[in-house]
């Protein structure tokens, strides 16, 4: 077994940050996480920490996630050695293969690996184009592929429409409510085309978002301005259009089928 005090030492470290905003996540669906064996978790990605609170939150069923993560992050002193001692795997977006055999051998060592097929935060808060790597990933290891979801959390930091050119500093707010859900268990058929069934994933993925971007407790209030809130039900981000400007999306990415004015 892996020595594991990297992780232990950055998940209190996280739940401390957070705990410091009085970020209120609940999780939903954590039953639907295998609490053994190989397990992908493709997760949407609206803000810069929501790694943390899904880290956090497949703790409760005794999972340690394995993220795909930039391969920048490893350049920074400490945190690299860090990223290293919790198993983490980097990502270099012009040379991909090396990340895909470090994933698949998680997987066939059993770990829980979670991936952000979406490789960046949508400007739009709609799940944008996605990789096809977790279906060739789940097809050959047989891995379940868990989605996973969550909201609120964009709130505390993440992309915003650019000001001047330049990303507007974040203003987090504290005791901000965070759902977090994950769906059931997805299997990828061997004969199944991965860009047909990441498109199938994207509608899965599209689908749990805004049941819980459509709750009561994360709409705006009547006159507020929200571009924090997805346009298309009423809040003021960038629409799929304008977000597609500012978007940095790989062009191996499968592009939307699924969602609003797809």
Known sequence: MPDDGWYRATVLLGRLALRAVDLRTSVEGAHHLPA???????????????????????LTRGRRVRFLTRHDVWDVPVVGRAMTGMRHVPVDREAPAAAYLGARRL?????????????GISYSYTVRSLMPGVA?????????????????????????????????R????????????FGPPLRVPPTADPREWTARLGGVLTELLEDLQ?????????????PWYPAH?????????????LDVVPRSAVPPSWGPAH
């Open 36 to 58: 053994s064996g190989p397990v992908i978790l493709a997760a949407t990605h609206v803000a810069y920490p929501d790694f943390l609170t899904l880290a956090q939150a497949a």
């Open 107 to 119: 997987l066939r060592e059993g770990e829980a690996v979670g991936v952000f097929p979406e490789a």
């Open 136 to 168: 060739r990933l789940a097809q050959e290891t047989g891995a379940p592929v868990v989605p996973v979801v969550q909201w609120g959390i964009q709130r505390l930091w993440s992309v915003a429409r650019p000001v001047d050119g330049r990303q507007p």
């Open 170 to 181: 974040p203003r987090p707010r504290r005791g901000i409510r965070n759902d977090l859900r």
């Open 214 to 226: 459509r709750r009561p407790h994360h709409r705006p209030r009547p006159g507020e301005h929200a």
């Open 233 to 245: 039900l009423g809040g003021h981000a960038p629409d799929r259009v304008e977000a597609r400007g």
